[in-house]
T-cell receptor, first 114, second 118 residues
Framework: AQTVTQSQPEMSVQEAETVTLSCTYDTSESDYYLFWYKQPPSRQMILVIRQEAYKQQNATENRFSVNFQKAAKSFSLKISDSQLGDAAMYFCAYRMNRDDKIIFGKGTRLHILP | DTAVSQTPKYLVTQMGNDKSIKCEQNLGHDTMYWYKQDSKKFLKIMFSYNNKELIINETVPNRFSPKSPDKAHLNLHINSLELGDSAVYFC?????????????????FGDGTRLSIL
């Protein structure tokens, strides 16, 4: 069975600094997608960044980038120049290409210190 | 026991038809959501209900209408289906907003309904 593990329940970072959130996953599939979602207090999931497993190049979206290590099954999120609006829960998620179900990690609560 | 269940899992229908997707949660949550997962595989929020009251209504065609008969159910009705409606639709639920001690609680997702328009 596929699992997603986020080992950091909470993290804090000073405003304008860089922070990395870790995520590991377990799967026997070779074709899948990985995501980082942000969950603000309003609760809905907002996509931050997406990575296709077949792509070797790490995805980047403005201040957000990932370090995708397929062999190690690691998918960490780096947030550069942290801003107060980045404070939220962050969920790592996995989805096989041949199935619709999304598997989420338990989340990391990110605090931004002014 | 399934926490968030959606039916049907697969729905194949013709353009112009009206269809419904049902969602039920047995977690006692007050807040429920509908997401659309498009061809690029990421989720986009469509609607959110808190205790039967609409609280999030993103830019979605008015052919889509959520209906919440009680806080355990949030059904999605779609009228005059179009080809672009083909997607996987996910229902989710969570604890109420701003409830103390709930900030680390994630949403619970159903397994999705794959809608295919012919």
């Amino acid at each position: 069975a596929q699992t997603v593990t986020q080992s950091q329940p909470e993290m804090s970072v000073q405003e304008a600094e860089t922070v990395t959130l870790s995520c590991t996953y377990d799967t026997s599939e070779s074709d899948y997608y990985l995501f980082w979602y942000k969950q603000p207090p309003s609760r809905q999931m907002i996509l931050v960044i997406r990575q296709e497993a077949y792509k070797q190049q790490n995805a980047t979206e403005n201040r957000f980038s990932v370090n995708f290590q397929k062999a190690a099954k690691s998918f960490s999120l780096k947030i550069s120049d942290s801003q107060l609006g980045d404070a939220a829960m962050y969920f790592c998620a996995y989805r096989m290409n041949r199935d619709d179900k999304i598997i989420f990690g338990k989340g990391t609560r990110l605090h931004i210190l002014p | 026991d399934t926490a968030v269940s959606q039916t049907p899992k697969y729905l194949v229908t013709q353009m112009g038809n009206d269809k419904s997707i049902k969602c039920e949660q047995n977690l006692g949550h007050d807040t429920m959501y509908w997401y659309k997962q498009d061809s690029k595989k990421f989720l986009k929020i469509m609607f959110s209900y808190n205790n039967k009251e609409l609280i999030i209504n993103e830019t979605v065609p008015n052919r889509f209408s959520p209906k919440s008969p009680d806080k355990a159910h949030l059904n999605l009705h779609i009228n005059s289906l179009e080809l672009g409606d083909s997607a996987v639709y996910f229902c989710a639920s969570s604890l109420p907003l701003f409830q103390p001690g709930t900030v680390n609680q994630p949403q619970h997702f159903g397994d999705g309904t794959r809608l295919s328009i012919l």
